[in-house]
């Protein structure tokens, strides 16, 4: 079965980084493209970075261009989420997915961004 497990979460402070990681299993992880989706306390679920099967093109949410990179390893079945220049806003469980025959989630990992 499809199993998603991330990890590299944590607190940090404001302008430091992070780096996730989603270990994938149970599907043939290099023809599926990837997603991270974020999920802040009261709020709903929002799509914050995917990346194609190849990773040869990525989109972002506009709040996060320019800070956040997702990047994969098609030999280590991961996908990565290198998150830099941090701010409070950022906080949130942080979920990777994938849709094969219907979308699958992650357990999420917790980021909290606060000094």
């Known amino acids: 079965q499809v199993q998603l497990v991330e990890s590299g979460g944590g607190l940090v402070q404001p302008g430091g980084s992070l780096r996730l990681s989603c270990a994938a299993s149970?599907?043939?992880?290099?023809?599926?493209?990837m997603t991270w989706y974020r999920q802040a306390l009261g709020k709903e679920r929002e799509l914050v970075a995917t990346?194609?099967?190849?990773?040869?093109?990525?989109n972002y949410l506009d709040s996060v261009k320019g800070r956040f990179t997702i990047s994969r390893d098609n030999g280590k079945n991961t996908v990565y989420l290198q998150m830099n220049s941090l701010k409070p806003e950022d906080t949130a469980v942080y979920y990777c997915?994938?849709?094969?025959?219907?979308?699958?989630w992650g357990q999420g990992t917790q980021v909290t961004v606060s000094s």
């Open positions: 997915s994938v849709r094969t025959a219907r979308r699958y």
């Open positions: 149970g599907f043939t992880f290099r023809v599926y493209p």
């Open positions: 990346i194609t099967s190849t990773g040869d093109s990525t």
